[in-house]
């Protein structure tokens, strides 16, 4: 335990403006800026500082199981041989491990007033499943994992991500009390890394 009061969970992560279309930028630059006075000026950061989580994959089922039956010859009851129940030892398997991992992460946005970081989101993926050619396959997503103190302790490097699913959207009128809601994007990717960071953040 190096402190005394230690958080596990902060970290930093922003989609990168390349990761979006160019005419989408512009538009919605327009549309947030006819909103009034607001911190922000550009639809991307607008966009990024509504994420409030991120949920990183695991690595499942790596061993094999291999049954072992063991048997006593010296006991016979009409001709068989009397077996005693399997035991099962469990052996590392041969597959990639990436197979073993759920290729997907999900990144968790606020729902702003309006729901303008929802349409952005929403046009993005239609841009990028329609149009895929337009964009680089080789983006990179990081996620930086930070200590107590806000200083970048490591990272997450996730390869070539696409969007796979995005969440809809619920109104209702029926709600009693009203809290923040969210939505969920779901990315898929390629290939995987992890390092330390040095001399990086805050």
């Not at 538009?27 to 990183?56: A, M, R, W």
Request: aromatic share 14%; with cysteine.
């Amino acid at each position: 335990m190096l402190s005394l009061s230690p958080r596990y969970d902060l970290f930093d992560f922003s989609i990168p403006k390349t990761y979006f279309p160019n005419e989408l930028i512009e538009k919605y630059d327009v549309i947030l800026n006819k909103k009034g006075p607001s911190i922000f000026t550009s639809s991307v950061d607008y966009l990024n500082e509504s994420i409030v989580g991120v949920k990183l994959p695991g690595i499942t089922d790596l061993n094999l199981p291999q049954f072992q039956i063991s048997s006593n010859s010296g006991i016979a009851t009409e001709n068989r041989i009397i077996t005693e129940p399997h035991h099962e030892n469990f052996t590392p398997g041969s597959e990639n491990i990436l197979a073993k991992m759920d290729n997907q992460f999900t990144v968790t946005f606020r729902q702003n007033q309006g729901l303008l970081n929802y349409y952005f989101m929403y046009e993005t993926t239609f841009h990028r499943y329609c149009r895929p050619w337009d964009y680089n396959s080789d983006d990179v997503f990081i996620v930086y994992l930070k200590d107590e103190n806000g200083k970048y302790i490591s990272k997450v490097i996730l390869k070539q991500p696409h969007i796979h699913s995005i969440d809809g959207i619920e109104l209702t009128m029926s709600k009693i009390e009203r809290g923040p809601e969210s939505f969920d994007v779901v990315f898929t990717f390629n290939n995987i890394d992890f390092d330390i960071v040095e001399n990086e953040g805050v």
